[in-house]
């Protein structure tokens, strides 16, 4: 099973800066199949980014994944009020099982 | 629009069975892969289930393998996860998933509580 680390846990950032999220693999992933997924408080995740750089529908440019073998990085370039949420990245090159990163907070600072 | 609708969780003793069920509509489900996830309170999100679009390929989690059981109804548009041998560490939220290609999941239910308690 690929295990996902996940970088910083806390993230304290103010509005219009960048923030760079993490996630390391604890082997290869396959295909770079690796998702990102933001969830607020009381809500479903959502799809952000998957096949490590693509966005998914509706997801705004200031988005963008990156990363290959076991590095992989979320940015936000400029950071908006309605950002600041729970991060997890998701492998789903070597399944079963599927496994999520254990989150990144992003805080308003 | 796609809708995916969660019910019937609640509250169950140890040792016992629930069954969830997801309502899907606004898409073409009969095509679509489909996913369950949980999440227990304050915690981070676990996959535990897949279910391809015709039912013939199915993957558990370890933690779920030979208590849980997904199923599909391609007729009812309708996603269900029978959950049996229930134990406290299954208390969580668990939403369906519709994948947008495996087990990337681009459409999220609300969840259904299930918290598993004497």
């Known amino acids: 099973e690929i295990v996902l680390t996940q970088s910083p846990g806390t993230l304290s950032l103010s509005p219009g800066e960048r923030a760079t999220l993490s996630c390391r693999a604890s082997q290869s992933v396959i295909g770079n199949y690796l998702a990102w997924y933001q969830q607020k408080p009381g809500q479903a995740p959502r799809l952000l980014i998957y096949g490590t750089s693509s966005r998914a529908t509706g997801i705004p440019d200031r988005f963008s994944g990156s990363g290959s073998g076991t590095d992989f990085t979320l940015t936000i370039s400029r950071l908006e009020t309605e950002d600041f949420a729970v991060y997890y990245c998701q492998q789903y090159g070597s399944s079963p099982p599927i496994t999520f990163g254990q989150g990144t907070r992003l805080e308003i600072k | 629009e796609v809708q995916l609708v969660e019910s019937g969780g609640g509250l169950v003793q140890p040792g016992g069975s629930l069954r969830l069920s997801c309502a899907a509509s606004?898409?073409?489900?009969?095509?679509?892969?489909m996913n369950w996830v949980r999440q227990a309170p304050g915690k981070g999100l676990e996959w535990i289930s897949y279910?391809?679009?015709?039912?013939?390929?199915?993957y558990y989690a370890d933690s779920v393998k030979g208590r849980f059981t997904i199923s599909r109804d391609n007729a009812k548009n309708s996603l269900h996860l029978q959950m049996n041998g229930l134990r406290a560490e299954d208390t969580a939220v668990y939403f369906c998933?519709?994948?947008?290609?495996?087990?990337?999941?681009?459409?999220w239910g609300q969840g259904t509580l299930v918290i598993v308690s004497s």
């Open positions: 606004g898409f073409a489900f009969i095509n679509s892969e």
């Open positions: 279910v391809s679009s015709t039912g013939s390929l199915i």
């Open positions: 998933g519709r994948a947008l290609v495996a087990q990337v999941i681009d459409n």
